[in-house]
C-alpha cells in the first residue's frame, strides 16, 4: 500500500508539480487548494502526511497547523510546511504552531522527496515506520517509546514524536555534548544544513516540560559553538533536586488551571 500524502498548497503550477513528483516516486497524494478543504480532507482521509503550505486561503497555514495538532484525530499526523517564508521568525512559528520539519521555497524536488520519507520513517502512521523498541532509562529519567512518554522523577510526561526522538538521542549519550549535524541526522533523518534553530526550538519545548527553570536550564544544557548535552543528576544530588520538580510542576499546574 502506497503511503497517503496530503498536500496543501493553493498555487496550481507548484501544487500539480510536486504531487507529480511524488507520485512518480511511489506514494499517493490527495490535493487541497485552501485550508478549510484541507482541514476537510485532513480529517477524512487521515494521510500518513501532509504538506502544508503557510500562505493559503481561507485558513492560513499556521492556524491550520494548530488546529489539526488539537484534534486528536490528526494530532500525530507528520506535518512538512512548504513555503516561500524563510525567515528565522518564520520558521520559529511554524515549529512552534506543530510543524516536524519546514523546507523553504525555491526547493529541490529530491530534497522535499528525503524529508518527506524521513518523516514517514519516524511516524507511527506509516508502513515505513521504524520505532525504538527499547526502554531506556538513566536514573531518574525513563523513556517509554510505545506511549512517546518520558517518566522523569517518577512522574509521566507526554512529549511529541519529536521531542521524543531528540530526547531519545541525547539520553543515549547523556554526559557528552551532542553537535547540531548529529541530531539533525538522528532525529529529522537527513543531512544537515547550516540552519540549527529546528533543534533549538524543540530543545525549548523540552525545557519547558523537563526544567525546573526552562530560563536557567541545569539538565539540558547548551554548549555554545558545540552543541546541547543532557546532564542527568547522581543518586546522591535526586534528595535535593526532587523538591524542586515538584515545586516548578505544581507551579506549571496552577498556571495553566488558572
Given at each position: 500500500?502506497?503511503?497517503?500524502?496530503?498536500?496543501?498548497?493553493?498555487?496550481?503550477?507548484?501544487?500539480?508539480?510536486?504531487?507529480?513528483?511524488?507520485?512518480?516516486?511511489?506514494?499517493?497524494?490527495?490535493?487541497?487548494e485552501?485550508?478549510?478543504?484541507?482541514?476537510a480532507?485532513?480529517?477524512?482521509?487521515?494521510?500518513?502526511?501532509?504538506?502544508?503550505?503557510?500562505?493559503l486561503?481561507?485558513?492560513?497555514?499556521?492556524?491550520?497547523?494548530?488546529?489539526?495538532?488539537?484534534?486528536?484525530?490528526?494530532?500525530?499526523?507528520?506535518?512538512?510546511?512548504?513555503?516561500?517564508?524563510?525567515?528565522?521568525?518564520?520558521?520559529?512559528?511554524?515549529?512552534?504552531?506543530?510543524?516536524?520539519?519546514?523546507?523553504?521555497?525555491?526547493?529541490?524536488?529530491?530534497e522535499?522527496?528525503?524529508?518527506?520519507?524521513?518523516?514517514?520513517?519516524r511516524?507511527?502512521?506509516?508502513?515505513?515506520?521504524?520505532?525504538?523498541?527499547?526502554?531506556?532509562?538513566?536514573?531518574?529519567?525513563?523513556?517509554?517509546?510505545?506511549?512517546?512518554?518520558?517518566?522523569?522523577?517518577?512522574?509521566?510526561?507526554?512529549?511529541?514524536?519529536?521531542?521524543?526522538?531528540?530526547l531519545?538521542?541525547?539520553?543515549?549519550?547523556?554526559?557528552?555534548?551532542?553537535?547540531?549535524?548529529?541530531?539533525?541526522?538522528?532525529?529529522?533523518?537527513?543531512?544537515?544544513?547550516?540552519?540549527?534553530?529546528?533543534?533549538?526550538?524543540?530543545?525549548?519545548?523540552l525545557?519547558?516540560?523537563?526544567?525546573?527553570?526552562?530560563?536557567?536550564?541545569?539538565?539540558?544544557?547548551?554548549?555554545?559553538?558545540?552543541?546541547?548535552?543532557?546532564?542527568?543528576?547522581?543518586?546522591?544530588?535526586?534528595?535535593?533536586?526532587?523538591?524542586?520538580?515538584?515545586?516548578?510542576?505544581?507551579r506549571?499546574?496552577?498556571?495553566?488551571?488558572?
Open positions: 500500500m502506497k503511503p497517503g500524502i496530503l498536500l496543501i498548497e493553493d498555487d496550481a503550477d507548484m501544487r500539480d508539480l510536486v504531487a507529480g513528483h511524488l507520485e512518480h516516486g511511489g506514494f499517493a497524494v490527495h490535493r487541497a485552501d485550508g478549510i478543504k484541507g482541514q480532507l485532513a480529517m477524512q482521509i487521515n494521510p500518513d502526511l501532509i504538506l502544508l503550505d503557510l500562505m486561503p481561507k485558513v492560513d497555514g499556521l492556524t491550520l497547523c494548530q488546529r489539526l495538532r488539537r484534534d486528536e484525530r490528526t494530532a500525530s499526523i507528520p506535518i512538512l510546511m512548504i513555503t516561500a517564508l524563510g525567515g528565522t521568525k518564520d520558521k520559529v512559528s511554524g515549529f512552534n504552531s506543530g510543524a516536524d520539519d519546514y523546507l523553504t521555497k525555491p526547493f529541490d524536488l529530491e522535499l522527496v528525503v524529508r518527506v520519507k524521513a518523516l514517514l520513517r511516524s507511527e502512521h506509516s508502513p515505513l515506520a521504524s520505532k525504538h523498541n527499547e526502554i531506556l532509562n538513566y536514573g531518574c529519567l525513563t523513556l517509554v517509546p510505545e506511549r512517546f512518554e518520558a517518566i522523569w522523577f517518577d512522574q509521566p510526561v507526554r512529549l511529541t514524536h519529536l521531542e521524543f526522538e531528540l531519545h538521542c541525547l539520553l543515549q549519550r547523556h554526559g557528552q555534548t551532542v553537535s547540531p549535524s548529529l541530531i539533525l541526522k538522528e532525529v529529522w533523518g537527513y543531512e544537515p544544513d547550516d540552519d540549527i534553530e529546528t533543534i533549538r526550538v524543540h530543545v525549548r519545548h525545557r519547558t516540560k523537563l526544567e525546573p527553570d526552562p530560563r536557567k536550564p541545569r539538565f539540558i544544557k547548551t554548549i555554545y559553538g558545540a552543541g546541547y548535552c543532557l546532564e542527568l543528576p547522581s543518586d546522591e544530588q535526586l534528595a535535593d533536586l526532587i523538591p524542586m520538580v515538584q515545586e516548578a510542576r505544581e506549571s499546574e496552577s498556571a495553566k488551571a488558572s
